[in-house]
DNA sequence: CACTAAATCGGAGGCGCCTCCGTTTATTAC
DNA sequence: GTAATAAACGGAGGCGCCTCCGATTTAGTG
């Protein structure tokens, strides 16, 4: 009975499946994405619509379709950058031993947690407004980060008394001062002193210091 | 040495005195609030700025001049607003006994109170960022509800064992709930209530229930 | 009263928001 | 292929925000 046919039920706005969009509808719609996701990075979250509409070559009428609101837009391009930053870890995972995997990945998302400081009153409003949103980018990153602890610790490479939730915290505490200028180097200092505490006490004893 | 003298010191966007304003500028000014009141009223705080400085019969460059933002416009007419309310408590002890003019003053509170239930987003923003403007009119309401009481007290008519904070709060509770239709009956029935409950155990026995 | 400097006015102009609806296009049926 | 139809497009239009600067008014001064 809850198989889900498209008919009276109220489908909400994911991305994948769901509805086969007409394939110009689909096509403008990531054009829409990408445009937005650009904007955003480049003049922040309150960036022209207009614009974002023009950069990706159709007519505000479709932006405002596709998205009534800003915040739909910029829920989605929210969604969709979290989404790949955690597709990041397996990418990592694949290509390095899980240590490095893992101190990478951190590093990544340090960096990506500093870019969204200035995403403020929009996004801000959004994770306070629609809290499935920060529920599910929340458990989003702990599995990607899960997965990369539990393989260095499978590994020997970091100790096995630490959970993705301790870690996730840890990083919390690193980026929560960026007002100064050299804030890239001390986090980069910060994330290799977190990777050494969780060295400590590995069974596989790490290259040491030097 | 503190005579503040209009030199070097800022000066605080107060109302009255402070600088003599050029006389047509008092005269625009005085018309801009007068109008964004009545805006206000009628829209809610986010009246069209530009309709309201047409109402005025000034341009958009002038209001901008006077208030560089929405807020410093609401936050005038706020205070104003709440000023008029505290001054008609002298007006009511004027023309009526103590109690009765407690009871009418109270009354006048909660619809006022009821009517700015509307003015949610910037009035409220206003309010947290603001914490001067909230004391200030925290103050202001309390002094002008205590002498009031003080004179009913005197008086006789209501008991003595009461403050203006007590009262406010109870006040405070009357207007939580303007989601029903009849809320303004209620809202008279309580405070008549609230009334009945201060004058029990007064020196001077009310007229009773009749 | 004439004159001047400073204060003030006011609206044009540029931009962004959002809606509405005539036109175009993808898809389906034949 | 062609016709029919639902879906999607897109930009003009109306409105509001805010800035900028030439024109106007006021308050002094002689």
């Not at 003049?43 to 070559?57: K, T």
């Not at 405002?64 to 989404?83: M, Q």
């Not at 590994?155 to 100064?180: C, E, K, N």
Request: net charge negative; hydrophobic share 40%.
């Amino acid at each position: 009975m809850a198989s889900q046919p498209p008919a009276t039920a109220k489908d909400e706005p994911d991305a994948t499946a769901a509805k086969p969009l007409r394939a110009d509808a689909q096509r403008n719609r990531d054009a829409l994405i990408e445009a937005a996701a650009a904007a955003f990075a480049t003049h922040g979250a309150d960036a022209s619509l207009e614009e974002i509409a023009r950069q990706a070559g159709v007519g505000i009428g479709t932006l405002y379709r596709h998205f009534p609101t800003r915040e739909h837009l910029v829920e989605v391009v929210y969604r969709r950058e979290v989404e790949s930053l955690c597709a990041a870890a397996d990418e990592l995972a694949l290509h390095h031993p899980p240590d490095v995997a893992l101190e990478q990945w951190m590093q990544r998302f340090v960096d990506y947690i500093a870019t969204k400081r200035g995403l403020a009153t929009s996004l801000r409003i959004l994770l306070n407004t629609n809290s499935t949103l920060f529920s599910d980018m929340s458990s989003r990153v702990t599995l990607a980060l899960r997965q990369l602890i539990e393989a260095a610790v499978a590994d020997g490479s970091i100790r096995s008394d630490v959970d993705a939730s301790d870690v996730l915290h840890a990083l919390g505490g690193i980026y929560s001062a960026p007002d100064t200028k050299d804030w890239r180097d001390r986090s980069r200092r910060l994330v290799s002193l977190l990777m050494d505490g969780l060295r400590f006490g590995a069974t596989k004893s790490a290259k040491g210091g030097g």
